[in-house]
């Protein structure tokens, strides 16, 4: 699958993130420019777990972003639903089964979340929400596996606010990110399905209204990058 306006099956999505698994990370570090490690601190600022919390890191691949939150005290749990993501993220952490080393590594589907409800402190995804078959049904689940008074924090790739700028971040997106990631051994149609699916996701006014509707309150946004990623972050109802 490499068309992001085909139906979004877990199975092939999933599928297509195992085979990018060995070399995801240093991709993303390049075809960012580097970009995606501030983007992390803002997470991990915007999710501001300390000692005692729970962070659920959805989407979180190799896990890269989780460890984010446990140098700052808090527990945290790794899930994805791309086995070659998990594995090669157990293997970074220095384990040899689903666990790594203060992290555990969960498989899971964020439609159909293995968490009890009201297990966590704070959820956070990071551009991995527009993979999801359901939008609004992954962010329901989000609400039902987080506390009342928790927070919900999404990265996600969203619009560029400085109009100049757009058309040539669009030719970068669509001809070269590809072809970037074909130069550093990484599966190119992957990427270009992501590429498709960036260019195929709602503003940042809009997802706002989504996690509105899903159930979260205080729904706030801001821009990094020009607008290339936004930052949401929502409450669940105390």
Known sequence: MTRA????????????FDRTARRYDLV?????????????????????????????????????????????????????FSL??????????????????????????ALRLPFADDAFDAVTISVA???????????????RVTRPGGRLVILEFSHVTFGPFDLVYREYLMKLLPKVAKVFGS?????????????????????????????WERVAWRNLTMGIVALHRGFKPA
């Open 84 to 109: 070659g993501m998990l594995r090669t993220g157990v293997r970074r952490h220095g384990g040899n089964a689903l666990s790594g080393e203060g992290v555990p590594f969960i498989a899971g589907d």
């Open 28 to 80: 993303n570090d390049v075809i960012s420019l580097g970009q995606v490690r501030m983007w992390r601190k803002a997470v991990a600022a915007a999710v501001d777990a300390g000692p005692g919390e729970l962070v659920l890191d959805l989407g979180a691949g190799t896990g890269t972003s989780t460890d984010a939150f446990t140098t700052l005290g808090a527990r945290a749990i790794a899930s994805d």
């Open 187 to 215: 599966n190119d149609d992957s990427y270009e399905y992501l590429a498709e699916s960036i260019r195929d996701w709602p503003d940042q006014r809009t997802l706002a209204r989504t996690i509105q509707d899903a159930g």
């Open 129 to 143: 929400l527009r993979n999801v078959h359901d939008t609004g049904q992954a962010l329901r689940e989000m609400l």
């Open 5 to 16: 306006q085909l139906d979004k099956q877990p199975d092939e999505v999933a599928a297509m």
